[in-house]
């Protein structure tokens, strides 16, 4: 049954026009977000950006953007409590949504199905049309509360993606690997970002 949703799912994305709702909660690991658009501009793919003030926090600490300079890299902004803007409906097709980072907050409203913004209303509109759903859930340690949520999302149909570090890839830098993180994800919709790593096996190892 799960194979069976997750070719619907794939069909869906196929057919979608190429745009793809990128959400940037306040969890720390702002880049993901900003890289996450910068890669969408790359791609082509129209991005539908909505940002949570704990982000816009999060933003001023870890980086040296301003929220304008983060809106700038979006074709698209949503403000965070408007309810009525396109992507709060289904009628507005996607390829999906991406939360890059999603903190936990962000994730237990989406489990719970009430939404209290435009961030986890478009998260749960995407879930209810079988879209794909990825949350790179940035938190650790997890407790057993997490590990349930976690778990109620899956059965919901959302992916859970953390941002984890690919060493295979002999990243030289944090900016490699957050890139590494974020074309992984992005492979998720059928997306191929130039700046992933991909693995072709080993190298030099004793074959029998």
């Keep these: ?34 890289r996450m658009l910068d890669a969408l501009r790359e791609l082509g793919v129209e991005s539908h ?6 982000a816009l926090l999060t933003l001023s600490q870890e980086t040296n953007l301003s929220a304008d300079d983060l809106m700038g890299r979006a074709d698209v902004s949503h403000r965070l409590n ?3 803007a396109a992507i709060a ?5 996607t390829m999906g949504m991406i939360i ?4 936990v907050r962000t994730m237990s409203e989406i489990a719970t199905g009430v939404t209290s913004t435009l961030l986890t209303r478009a998260a749960d509109v995407v879930l209810k049309e079988r879209r794909p759903l990825v949350l790179m859930v940035r938190e650790t340690p997890l407790h057993l509360g997490h590990l349930r949520t976690m778990t109620a999302l899956a059965e919901m149909g959302a992916i859970l ?10 990243p030289a830098s944090i900016a490699e690997m957050v890139d590494q993180s974020v074309g ?21 190892a004793a074959t029998e």
């Design 89 to 93: 409906s289904g009628s507005f097709r």
């Design 1 to 34: 049954m799960a194979e069976d949703v997750n070719e619907a799912v794939r069909n869906l994305s196929a057919s979608a026009p190429r745009r793809l709702i990128v959400g940037i909660s306040g969890a720390s690991g702002v880049t993901y977000g900003v």
């Design 161 to 170: 993606a953390p941002p984890l570090p690919a060493f295979y890839a002999r």
């Design 100 to 103: 890059a980072p999603c903190s």
């Design 49 to 54: 950006l909505v940002v949570t003030r704990a």
């Design 184 to 204: 992984r994800a992005l492979d998720l919709f059928g997306l191929d970002w130039s700046a992933v790593r991909r693995w072709d096996g080993l190298k030099g």
């Design 82 to 84: 408007d309810v009525g």
